[in-house]
């Protein structure tokens, strides 16, 4: 069996619940290093949807073991009341999910600061977040002075934790004109929420270790996209934490060496929400129907996701600085219809015509396409790449052609048999 890392290769969404829900079928351990409840993967299993936020997408196989790693933040509250539901499915979560005890909490201010920051109007505080508390917990952390999770287990320490915390944010936040919440009711609105999460701590990076070293699946599953990574993303519209796969280690705690292959989740086009450039954006009825067509909104706020044309320099980027070794191409299906596609190949900058991702220059480079044919016969039922349309062979064929990297699976529609799988990422260590 192998350690895989699965993450986004765009701007997020891109599918990643579904891909490592079906990869999970073959996989003993799910792990999720980074980010925190502002990423939702949906799975889907027969007519039943369900969105996690910060639970692993393995939780649906009643034989995964979930961890949630060390690199996350956690919203204690929104942590219970996903237990709540997937327990109200009968999937006991409670006896095969396990949280680091050093992650850290997202805690009410955290929410607080998020939304009064968006909300400001200020210049360079707008960056589209899901006001979450998301920014302001990793910056705890980042001065730590954060409350981590294994500090539910005192909460007389934990109190000392959080009055130095609102220390340090109380003038920011009475800046922004909010007001600067009483220690206490924060401590008691936690206790019964620790009472529920401190049976699920541990050391979950020795955890995923020993199932490596045992030989058993694991797979470490991102949050977001490698465009909206701290380092490696269209900086400042990024998220706070590491969406590449290099982040799995730091954020799983396991070694560079246990990992074995990384894949890479792309759509067949591109979606963005929030700030930020976008340079291949579509503004028009094309635009208009792959976001009604594919349901692009937002599962954890509901926002309306900007989409446009796949762009392979972008895509080429994610294959260099994340190591990609395969692609999970999703929603192949909603271009089905569409008279042409186009992809983006290259970009004039004013240094001239490049193939690379101009990062630093996207609100100016000028995207150069390429026009293939289109298709409309439907998809749903093609469990091969040559059951599909000619086109959309090509258009597999010509992507993986034009990023360097081989499709390993392709998505067809939401539901789980709608997957057409070329090659087993866990079956290559």
């Known amino acids: 069996m192998s350690a895989v890392v699965v993450v986004g ?37 027969g007519d039943d949807k369900l969105i996690v936020r910060l639970v692993p997408s393995g939780i649906l196989r009643r034989t995964t073991t979930c961890l949630l790693g060390q690199g996350m933040v956690v919203d204690p509250a929104v942590l219970v009341g996903e237990l709540d539901e997937l327990t109200r499915r009968g999937l006991d979560p409670e006896s095969r999910l396990w949280l680091s005890d050093r992650a850290h909490l997202i805690l009410p201010y955290h929410v607080t600061l998020d939304g009064l920051r968006e909300g400001s109007g200020r210049a360079g505080a707008v960056i589209g977040t899901t006001k979450r508390g998301i920014g302001p917990a990793y910056e705890d952390k980042a001065a730590r002075r954060g409350v981590r999770t294994g500090d539910l287990r005192d909460l007389a320490r934990l109190e000392q934790l959080v009055e130095q915390a609102l220390a340090a944010w109380a003038p920011v936040l009475r800046d922004l004109g909010g007001a600067v919440p009483a220690v206490g009711p924060i401590v008691e609105a936690l206790r019964p929420l620790a009472a529920r999460l401190v049976p699920l701590l541990a050391d979950t990076s020795r955890m995923a270790d020993e199932a490596i070293r045992g030989g058993r699946g694991v797979l470490l599953e991102g949050a977001q996209g490698t465009l909206l990574d701290l380092d490696h993303g269209t900086y400042p519209f990024v998220t706070s934490s590491t969406a590449v796969a290099g982040g799995a280690c730091a954020g799983a705690g396991i070694g560079p060496t246990r990992i074995d292959a990384v894949v890479g989740i792309t759509k067949a086009y591109v979606t963005r929400v929030g700030g930020g450039p976008f340079p291949t954006e579509l503004n028009d009825a094309t635009g208009a129907r792959l976001r009604e067509v594919g349901a692009e909104f937002g599962s954890v706020t509901g926002r309306p996701r900007r989409t446009g044309w796949l762009d392979l320099p972008a895509l080429r980027y994610a294959a260099r600085v994340n190591g990609l070794d395969g692609l999970a191409l999703t929603k192949l299906d909603v271009l089905t219809g569409l008279p042409h596609v186009e992809v983006c190949v290259a970009y004039d900058t004013p240094s001239g015509r ?22 409309s016969e439907t998809l749903s039922e093609a469990r091969s790449l040559d059951e599909l349309p000619a086109a959309a062979r090509a258009y597999v064929r010509f ?25 087993d990422p866990l079956k290559r260590g």
């Open 9 to 45: 290769a765009q701007w997020g969404d891109e599918g990643k619940g579904k891909v490592v829900d079906y990869f999970t079928e073959r996989a003993d351990t799910v792990v999720r290093f980074a980010g925190g409840p502002n990423a939702g993967h949906t799975l889907v299993v």
């Open 354 to 375: 490049t193939d690379q991702l101009p990062i630093d220059e996207l609100d100016t480079a000028r995207p150069v396409y390429e026009r293939l044919e289109g298709w």
């Open 399 to 423: 992507l993986e052609e034009g990023s360097g990297v081989p499709v390993d699976l392709v998505s067809v529609g939401a539901r789980r048999t709608e997957t057409l799988v070329i090659r």
